[in-house]
């Protein structure tokens, strides 16, 4: 184990990141919901957006850029459908609730929709489709993000990450679903890489120039400027198909925008209201409750032998197996449950600046 990593309990951490939502004004029952999509995220082995987001809420909360208060609008309400305003409230608690309110739907309907503008920053969208799986149904979840991909031949950042996550039960210990962005890697990735001082791989990055680049450090740098871009899913050009994530993300930004009537492209990077810098985003939430289609017990059972007859496929030389989407995630948790989370320098310095300013000092970190 690398002298650099210390690896905490999950229950600490989560308990940790709850109280700094509180004591940054957050109401106990909606930082119970941020902490629980964050330490979700940390078990899953999903490190770009568990605690390595927290300092980002942190300053944006002291900021004024979030309100630790979620005041929720219901502009429109239909049995099988929905339109929130946000009122730029904490992103994880309007998300939490949205899907909350699609299942619902979809329990008395068969659907439930539910999209949202006005929102903020909602962590991992695997975590809302989850929710949808639990009840025994399809989750869909996708959100618009600053710009960060740029459109097929070109190389400016106006499209956001935009994940376009979905899943569904089987009969397996672990769920089928897919939770990546519609670029190639994500910015947070990109953070993680920095952090740990390694190069990025080449062909993810498009600079201004319509070169690539691997340093993290400068990609970051040049990303706030608009001088480097996150190559959509297929990388740069048509040749290895860059439209496809180019068009994924674009349906992804009309899911979150035109159907909610919210910000989109270039206004994600911020506006200005009262004085006041925000930072807004919209989502789309959906469930499909597979009791109104076909038996659960029968769809989990056709599920499941789909995920295992793609892994009994025949493999290449030299690997020793294929997985399904949701499987790495699942082995993950199961062994942070018994090692913890790990925790490198950067974020160790992240936990004692909050700690210290916030004065939760009924917390020892062995750092």
């Not at 994940?163 to 569904?168: D, E, I, R, S, Y």
């Not at 038996?295 to 892994?311: H, P, Q």
């Not at 992240?350 to 916030?358: A, H, N, P, S, T």
Request: proline residues 4%.
């Amino acid at each position: 184990m690398s002298d650099d990593i210390t690896y905490l309990d999950r229950k600490i951490l989560e308990n940790f990141m709850r109280d700094v939502f509180i004591g940054l004004g957050v109401p106990k029952e909606d930082a119970d919901i941020i902490a629980d999509v964050l330490i979700t995220s940390d078990i899953r082995g999903i490190d770009s957006h568990g605690i390595q987001r927290c300092k980002m809420y942190y300053d944006r909360i002291k900021e004024g850029i979030y309100e630790v208060i979620t005041k929720i609008d219901v502009i429109k309400d239909g049995p099988t459908t929905a339109l929130w305003d946000g009122n730029c409230g904490m992103g994880h608690v309007i998300a939490y609730k949205a899907m909350k309110t699609a299942i619902e739907k979809a329990k008395k309907y068969g659907l439930g929709a539910v999209a949202v503008r006005n929102s903020t920053h909602f962590g991992i969208a695997g975590y809302y489709s989850l929710m949808a799986i639990k009840e025994g149904m399809i989750g869909m979840a996708v959100t618009n993000a600053r710009p960060s991909i740029p459109p097929t031949f070109g190389v400016e950042p106006m499209l956001g990450t935009n994940p376009l996550t979905t899943g569904a039960p089987t009969d397996e210990d672990f769920p089928f679903l897919i939770d990546c962005a519609t670029s190639i890697i994500q910015r947070g990735k990109v953070e993680v890489y920095n952090r740990i001082n390694k190069l990025l791989p080449d062909g993810v990055i498009i600079t201004s120039e319509g070169e690539t680049e691997t340093d993290p450090g400068k990609v970051l740098e040049e990303l706030g400027k608009g001088k480097a871009a996150l190559l959509p899913l297929g990388g740069k050009g048509e040749e290895t198909s860059g439209y496809k994530g180019y068009g994924y993300a674009t349906l992804v930004e009309v899911l979150s925008a035109a159907l909610t009537g919210g910000i989109y492209l270039k206004d994600t990077i911020g506006i200005t209201e009262n004085d006041q810098k925000r930072l807004k985003v919209g989502h789309f939430f959906l469930a499909i409750n597979v009791e109104s289609f076909i038996s659960v017990d029968s769809f989990e059972k056709t599920a499941g032998n789909i995920m295992r007859g793609l892994r009994s496929a025949k493999k290449v030389p030299g690997e020793e197996r294929i997985y399904t989407a949701g499987e790495k995630e699942y082995i993950a948790e199961q062994e942070r449950i018994k090692t913890g989370i790990p925790i490198n320098k950067n974020l160790q310095q992240d936990i004692l600046i909050m700690q210290k300013e916030l004065g939760l000092t009924q917390y020892e970190f062995p750092f």
